[in-house]
């Protein structure tokens, strides 16, 4: 490493080296761009004025692709580390204030948002009537990710489908889904009479799977059947499904509207079900964090007349 006499920095700098991780994090410049909706060029200005301010330098970029230095590694790790200070001063002088301020990270599971039991938009609108300050950010992920990100702070939020429950996480539960098997109308089961659908027949049929390790009750209808691929998002496993080409368990709510045009149909519904439950999640944590806490205040006011019960 390069001897370093730095200076005192400034917003400049630290504008600076957020860019620098988020090329990192995007595996270059291209993909940098769209992330941080800048020119490469920028970017490109960006890193070679943050070179020269630490005279060092930091990654390597050409035909031979994106790489960091030696030098640039230690640069990105110490990044993570300063940045994630400055979050958590942040976070203490907002907590600190009459109103609470700062961002508030939330993401939700495929459908969630716009699904009725959830009542997000309520929540929303009560949050934000209450909290004016507070810049909401709001994304859809993947179940593991968002256990995994709450769990390490990197999400405050996290409103999932759920089968089991973490150290370290409180769950509040929304809802109940009871999921069932589904063929599309271009599937050889969707005209066979239910007599005549043995458990062999069904479990001979290729099927399309979330992907998740499944929890006990699941795993004991998904055992013996023959699964040929697998899907997180309800989207593409319908899409699947309706292809003819697979069956799928799927939320009978989120089955409902195709059920009703005819283009997906329920089968063996007596032998072929389970239960999988939706929940909110956030961290166990002796950090104060006026925002999250009044955003599950909203939560359990806006589902104060539920009377879900978690399925396991």
């Not at 995007?26 to 890193?47: D, K, P, W, Y």
């Not at 230095?69 to 110490?78: A, F, N, P, R, S």
């Not at 990044?79 to 993401?107: C, Y």
């Not at 209450?130 to 994304?139: F, I, K, R, S, W």
């Amino acid at each position: 490493m390069s001897n370093v006499f730095l200076g005192q920095m400034g917003d400049y700098e630290i504008k600076q080296l957020k860019v620098f991780k988020t090329i990192v994090e995007c595996g270059g410049f291209a993909a940098a761009e769209t992330r941080l909706n800048i020119s490469r060029s920028t970017i490109s200005n960006h890193i070679a004025n943050l070179e020269s301010r630490l005279n060092l330098t930091l990654c390597k970029r050409g035909r031979g692709g994106f790489s960091l230095t030696q030098d640039g590694v230690v640069i990105y790790e110490k990044t993570n580390n300063l940045l994630d200070l400055l979050n958590e001063f942040r976070n203490t002088i907002n907590n600190l204030a009459v109103s609470p301020s700062g961002q508030l990270r939330v993401s939700l599971s495929d459908t969630f948002s716009l699904d009725a039991r959830c009542r997000f938009p309520e929540i929303i609108k009560g949050f934000c009537q209450d909290a004016p300050d507070v810049e909401l950010v709001v994304n859809v992920e993947h179940m593991i990710d968002m256990e995994r990100k709450v769990l390490n702070d990197l999400l405050d939020i996290a409103f999932i489908p759920y089968h089991r429950k973490l150290e370290g996480l409180d769950y509040f539960h929304l809802f109940t889904d009871e999921s069932y098997l589904y063929c599309g109308r271009d599937h050889p089961l969707y005209r066979l009479p239910e007599e005549e659908m043995t458990l062999d027949l069904i479990n001979s049929a290729r099927l399309i799977h979330s992907g998740l390790k499944p929890h006990d009750d699941a795993y004991q209808q998904l055992f013996d059947m023959h699964i040929t691929g697998s899907s997180y998002h309800y989207e593409s496993r319908i899409a699947m499904a309706l292809s003819g080409q697979y069956i799928c368990f799927l939320p009978e709510e989120i089955a409902h509207p195709y059920v009703q045009a005819g283009d997906l149909k329920p089968i063996v519904m007596h032998n072929k079900h389970y239960s999988l439950g939706a929940a909110v999640i956030s961290k166990r944590s002796a950090q104060p964090n006026r925002a999250k806490e009044l955003f599950l205040k909203t939560i359990k006011s806006v589902h104060i007349d539920s009377v879900a019960m978690a399925p396991y």
